[in-house]
């Protein structure tokens, strides 16, 4: 009943929504919550097709206000809980999102970005990115790795799991339209085989003996009486998130040293940018590639040293620049000129990315 | 000498004396529900989650692993946690602004879905923590801070009468029930019989109590108790809607 879905590494051809369930039961998440929006429906169809043959559970909620508020429930009871949604959906879920920064929950949330603002399409865009990294009424301490493969997809899907529940702040795998309905060739693999020590989920709540007899009870609150009280509480959360920003932080580069250009993407449309710039190599051409996998944190200390060197960068996403806001805070004082190729809400191609980057070289 | 009357065995003794206003309600309230838990003997398994608005300063009331949430999200809360550990006795508290108007499509569904939880909503039909705004609850000509003049049913309808919304779409083995602070006996022993459904595995459970609100009704005790006892039941009526103990023994 509850042996393992992945005993031997396998080659599979699959789409992005049907490796994230997979990857979350590889990664001994108990029990999801969610609600339909595409495009990521399939991780609930596949998680409700898997899960009870590996003593999983889900439930469907109201809303993504309720699936948000009932991961969160989830949590606190010591259970490895996920959430997924898009869109007008990934807005509703800010509110119980707010709450897990608050109250520092490892909550995992997949985000598979679709047309924004409003309802827009339920195709793709990287538009979702400024929700994701610092949405709600707080700072931004969240950690979301932005995936651009289905490898990629299961392997920080379960990465995920492991660094909520060791830094605990909220964790996103941020993918789109594109990943979640495209299908790709990937490997599975059983995370413990590989060395992946789980990190052991805990309960918040219902620790065993009586509170207030055995022990304190928990008493678990997001309101402050004054100013200075929640000013106190956010110091420490802002110095975990420094300290645990050097650990996590996660970014893909090569070509940077020399280059003129060089091509600053994330996501999907960073497949285009890397075979751009490999091409452009070829042809003598002086480009580089950066991309962070962290969108928060962002990798600051690298990117600064990139556009430092660089002569432009290049910024490419499918946002009216969204992304370019993470890099432009990160780089504030460098000189380097910024050249923006957004399309906002539609895929970005090879083409595309090297006739620009020919351009402006 | 004064007698001070024993507090329950559940509550907190450092918090108190408690958070709530004189002559509020929700002291009464938690009185009834401390007093279940202690006769239950459930203290080791209940979590007790309260919402935003004046129940939230109930986060250390008890001696319980207790959750403060977000306006109208204590049930949801409430569900995942009794969704991912069963054996929990899960208690969603909250006022009726929280529970029939921002939150109400969680009491909704969660009825609806028959979940294994407590809501225990008391009502005192204002928004009472943000100074006295209309609620859904407010009856009739009852002035608030955002009905001047006093509610006028033609503009904004009438009050929300929530467990008689809940009895009409929970399931067979929940428990509905209105009770009120003017009768604590009563309203102890629907409490009491709440948690035991939810204990039992039957069904959800639902009780709202009547509260009073001397600060936002700005009333003295006389006419705090005169409205609570006498204006108030002409809408909230006072009693069981749905209790499946009382069908079982109908049966046999």
Request: proline share 15%.
């Given at each position: 009943m509850s042996e393992k879905l992945i005993t031997e590494e396998k080659r599979v051809f699959m789409t992005g929504n049907e490796v994230v369930a997979w990857a979350a039961v590889a990664a001994g998440a108990e029990i999801m919550y969610g609600y339909p929006i595409t495009p990521q429906n399939e991780i609930m169809h596949y998680w409700t097709r898997l899960a009870p043959k590996y003593d999983r559970k889900f439930l469907q909620t109201e809303d993504e206000l309720s699936a948000g508020f009932t991961t969160i429930g989830g949590v606190m009871a010591g259970r490895k809980s996920f959430t997924a949604t898009a869109g007008p959906g990934n807005t509703l879920m800010q509110e119980p999102l707010s709450m897990a920064e608050a109250m520092r929950l490892p909550v995992v949330t997949v985000v598979q970005q679709r047309g924004g603002?409003?309802?827009?399409?339920?195709i793709y865009s990287q538009q979702e990115v400024t929700l994701t990294t610092f949405?709600?009424?707080?700072?931004?301490m969240r950690v979301v790795y932005s995936t651009a493969t289905h490898q990629e997809l299961f392997d920080y899907t379960i990465k995920s799991f492991n660094v909520a529940w060791k830094y605990r702040f909220p964790t996103f795998v941020l993918g789109d339209g594109y990943q979640a309905k495209m299908r790709e060739s990937l490997t599975l693999y059983d995370p413990e085989q590989k060395g992946v020590d789980f990190v052991p989920a805990e309960r918040f709540v219902g620790k065993p003996g009586t509170p207030g007899v055995d022990r304190e009870p928990g008493h678990y609150r997001n309101t402050y009486n004054v100013e200075e009280e929640l000013y106190d509480v956010l110091q420490e959360h802002f110095a975990d998130y420094k300290k645990m920003a050097e650990e996590v932080v996660e970014y893909d580069a090569f070509d940077t040293e020399d280059a003129d250009v060089v091509v600053v993407s994330h996501g999907v449309v960073s497949r285009g940018a890397k075979e751009a710039v490999e091409r452009m190599r070829k042809e003598g051409k002086k480009v580089g590639y950066f991309r962070p996998?962290?969108?928060?944190?962002?990798p600051e200390k690298q990117l600064k040293e990139v556009a430092d060197k660089a002569k432009k960068l290049l910024v490419v996403e499918s946002a009216q620049g969204q992304f370019a806001k993470l890099i432009k805070d990160v780089i504030y004082g460098s000189t380097t000129e910024i050249v923006p190729l957004f399309k906002p809400g539609v895929g970005i191609t090879t083409e595309e990315i090297t006739a620009k980057t020919k351009e402006i070289l | 000498m004064t007698v001070q009357p024993a507090m329950p065995?559940?509550?907190?003794?450092?918090?108190?004396?408690?958070?709530?206003?004189?002559?509020?309600g929700h002291g009464l309230v938690l009185k009834a529900l401390g007093e279940a838990i202690d006769e239950l003997g459930i203290q080791d398994r209940v979590v007790f989650g309260c919402d935003i608005g004046c129940s939230l300063l109930a986060w250390d009331f008890f001696n319980v692993d207790s959750i403060q949430t977000h306006h109208g999200r204590t049930t949801p809360v409430m569900v995942g946690i009794k969704r991912a550990n069963p054996d929990l006795i899960c208690i969603a508290y909250m006022g009726d602004g929280g529970g029939y108007a921002i939150g109400s499509q969680h009491l909704v569904n969660s009825a609806s879905r028959n979940e294994k939880i407590t809501v225990l909503l008391a009502l005192?039909?204002?928004?009472?923590?943000?100074?006295?705004q209309m609620a859904?609850?407010?009856?009739?000509d009852q002035k608030a801070e955002t009905s001047p003049y006093g509610r006028d049913p033609e503009e904004s309808g009438y009050p929300t009468q929530g467990p008689e919304m809940v009895a009409a779409i929970a399931r067979e083995g929940s428990y509905v029930a209105r009770g009120t602070t003017v009768n604590m006996r009563q309203l102890k022993s629907y409490i009491k019989k709440a948690l035991e459904n939810q204990m039992e595995g039957n069904g959800f459970s639902f009780v709202e109590a009547l509260a009073g609100c001397p600060t936002n009704w700005r009333t003295n005790a006389e006419k705090t108790w005169n409205f609570l006892q006498k204006d108030m039941p002409k809408y909230f009526k006072v009693g069981e809607l749905k209790d499946p103990g009382a069908n079982e023994k109908e049966g046999q």
């Open positions: 603002p409003s309802t827009a399409t339920v949405g709600g009424n707080g700072e931004g996998i962290t969108l928060r944190p962002m | 065995k559940c509550w907190r003794p450092e918090s108190k004396p408690h958070k709530f206003c004189p002559g509020c005192n039909t204002v928004y009472a923590m943000t100074g006295g859904p609850t407010t009856m009739p």
